[in-house]
Structures are given as structure tokens and as C-alpha cells.
């Protein structure tokens, strides 16, 4: 049975579409491959086909000699590309946490990114060892929602979102660690 490490990716541009990562994003994205290097013996490294995550992927892959082999199904449950105000936007992305079952106009209902990104997680039990996922905050909520039920969720993760980076541990589909960000604060 494998570890999953699912990577929040790193400190991402302010920008509609498909941003890369920020500088800081780029520093956040390395610790955390030299982190999972040292502490995660892992066997493989996926990511969501978006820029910022391919990027922290590609960090993460760089430290720990793996290949990114990239999947649809972890990308986020809605992406903001700019052709609506950022507003709309993000009283679409309200309404579709405060409704799991709510389709968004640009993207999935929460209950169908939750289950979207288990299917990945099922298809992927027969590995052994640590397998990071490079994925996104509300799919990885959405995910969480799936699996232990909200209340079991640090109220923070629905209204703050999961931070830049952090790791949340899954032992096949138990969960281990939420939103960790630890790992950020030690020194290599």
C-alpha cells in the first residue's frame, strides 16, 4: 500500500490562465523535494497538467531523481482563465464549496473533483512506497470532504485554502497529516 504525499503546489503569479510559480513558489516547491528526498522514499511522481504544478512537480522530481508523469485527473476543480471578473469567479468557487453538488460554469462540483482525484488515488494502491501527487488546494479539499467528511476538516481549509506547498498524507485512502506545512520551516 502506498504513502501518498499530496504537494499543494508552491507560491503561484497572481494572474488568470495558467500561471507559473513565483519566486517564492520556485524556493517552496524545492524544500519540498529535498524534504520528500530525505524523509518520503519515493517510488513516483505525478502532477496536474497546470503550469504551477508541473513546475513544483518538476522540483520535486529534480531532487528526488523521478520522472513527472502527468494526469488530468489532478488538476483543480476550477481554474480562473480571465474571461469573467476575478469576483464572479470566486462567488462561483463559493457557491460550488458551499454545494458539493453545485457545477460550476468553468469546471467540477466539488463532489465530482473529491471523487475525481480518489479515482486517481484507487488506481494507483498497488504501488509500494511513497508517491507524491502535485496537485491543487480545492481538489485537494474536495478530496478530503470525500473521504473523512467535513467535520473532520480544520475549518481553515474551507475558508483560507490549503497553503502554498504544504503536504497532506494519505496512508493509501487513510489519512495521515492535513495541510502540513512543517517541512517548510526546516533547514536542510
Excluded at 32 to 50: I, K, M, Q, V
Excluded at 127 to 142: F, K, Y
Amino acid at each position: 500500500m502506498p504513502t501518498f504525499y499530496l504537494v499543494q503546489h508552491g507560491d503561484k503569479q497572481r494572474t488568470p490562465g495558467d500561471p507559473g510559480l513565483t519566486e517564492l513558489g520556485r524556493a517552496q516547491a524545492a524544500r519540498t523535494g529535498r524534504w520528500l528526498r530525505h524523509n518520503a522514499e519515493l517510488t513516483a511522481c505525478y502532477s496536474s497538467p497546470f503550469c504551477r504544478a508541473r513546475e513544483t512537480a518538476e522540483a520535486v522530481a529534480a531532487a528526488t531523481s523521478m520522472r513527472v508523469q502527468v494526469d488530468p485527473r489532478l488538476r483543480e476543480r476550477m481554474n480562473w482563465d480571465g474571461s469573467r471578473p476575478l469576483a464572479a469567479f470566486l462567488a462561483d468557487w463559493a457557491t460550488a464549496t458551499g454545494d458539493r453538488d453545485h457545477v460550476p460554469r468553468d469546471g467540477d462540483s466539488s463532489r465530482r473533483a473529491g471523487d475525481r482525484l480518489r479515482g486517481f488515488l484507487v488506481d494507483h494502491l498497488g504501488l509500494a512506497g511513497g508517491v507524491a501527487v502535485v496537485t491543487h488546494g480545492g481538489v485537494t479539499v474536495d478530496l478530503l470532504r470525500t473521504l473523512v467528511g467535513d467535520d473532520q476538516l480544520p475549518t481553515r481549509l474551507l475558508t483560507d485554502g490549503v497553503p502554498s506547498c504544504a503536504l497532506t498524507v494519505l496512508d493509501g485512502l487513510s489519512v495521515v497529516e492535513i495541510a502540513s506545512v512543517d517541512h517548510l520551516a526546516t533547514h536542510d
